[in-house]
């Protein structure tokens, strides 16, 4: 597929509504091969990994957005994050015998929780709404509705090597608009088979198949990749924030202190001169040992 690992922002000309479509194969690839996902677990993983990248698109900031879904079902949490450069990563967490059942009947009741966190340091911006919908795309509909008034439509799918997403939001009304247009594209975009054609069709065919009596101007591709953004830096401010007494008693217990990321499955190992140089504040002569 051309449109791999990209996103694309189209506009109608016609009407106050803007549009996101993405298709993610070599990113979704990089974050599966870092766990074993059961099925059931993956199908949701996907789907939110492509919600998350369109939404994070539609936003104007420099800094990340996390999606947090958390439930009291087998399905428990999933997190993705996506920078405003398009730098993608997610990770799920579950108990056995996730069914291939329903979204409620995966995750239960929770909460929804999108967090923005900007690189100017100033407080993040966090919105949390109840799991209220059967599906991942109805919960984000509420989502917007209640956080950000913004009427905001969101087609999801995913299988074992692909995902993707469609997005479309209604601009502030003008006074000439066709009262009935956001309605009429909300049904056109409805139609769309997500396990088929959403996933399997390119960005001009797909729009092209569910809005071809409209007239759309396409914006250029933007691409889409894995990263994890976790770092020797970071890990060893989290290991410091723990205190020397914690640290040493890790390291009298087990000789060495291992801290694995949870979204890339990377490890770093700490001795005790690693650990001593992190108390003294020195510059590390070599890095921590990584697998």
């Not at 469609?166 to 009262?179: F, M």
């Not at 088979?193 to 250029?220: A, T, Y």
Request: aromatic share 6%.
């Amino acid at each position: 597929m051309t449109d791999a690992d990209s996103i694309q922002r189209f506009v109608f000309n016609a009407y106050p509504v803007r549009g996101q479509i993405v298709h993610l194969d070599r990113t979704w690839g990089a974050v599966l091969e870092r766990h074993d996902y059961p099925d059931a677990v993956r199908g949701v993983l996907g789907q939110a990994l492509a919600a998350t990248v369109l939404m994070a698109s539609t936003l104007k900031f420099d800094g990340r957005m996390t999606l947090q879904l958390q439930g009291d079902g087998p399905l428990r949490l999933l997190v993705v994050q996506c920078t405003h450069d398009m730098r993608v990563r997610g990770l799920a967490r579950w108990d056995d015998n996730v069914p291939n059942g329903t979204f409620r009947e995966q995750v239960g009741d929770g909460r929804l929780v999108i967090t923005i966190e900007t690189d100017n340091r100033r407080q993040p911006y966090q919105g949390v709404v109840p799991l209220t919908g059967e599906t991942l795309s109805e919960c984000l509909t509420a989502y917007f509705e209640t956080s950000e008034q913004l009427s905001t439509r969101i087609w999801v799918a995913a299988d074992a090597t692909r995902c993707a997403g469609l997005l479309l939001q209604r601009l502030p009304e003008e006074a000439d608009e066709d009262p009935d247009a956001w309605q009429r594209i909300q049904l056109l975009a409805a139609t769309v088979s997500q396990s088929d054609e959403l996933i399997e069709l390119s960005h001009r065919e797909l729009l092209r198949r569910l809005f071809h009596e409209d007239d759309l101007r396409l914006h250029e591709a933007a691409e889409v990749q894995f990263e994890c953004s976790c770092s020797s830096g970071r890990v060893e401010s989290v290991l410091l924030s723990l205190g020397e007494d914690e640290l040493q008693s890790i390291l009298d217990e087990e000789g060495e202190i291992g801290v694995v990321c949870e979204f890339c499955n990377k490890s770093r190992r700490f001795d005790s001169v690693d650990v001593a140089r992190l108390l003294s504040g020195a510059a590390p002569n070599d890095s921590p040992t990584i697998h």
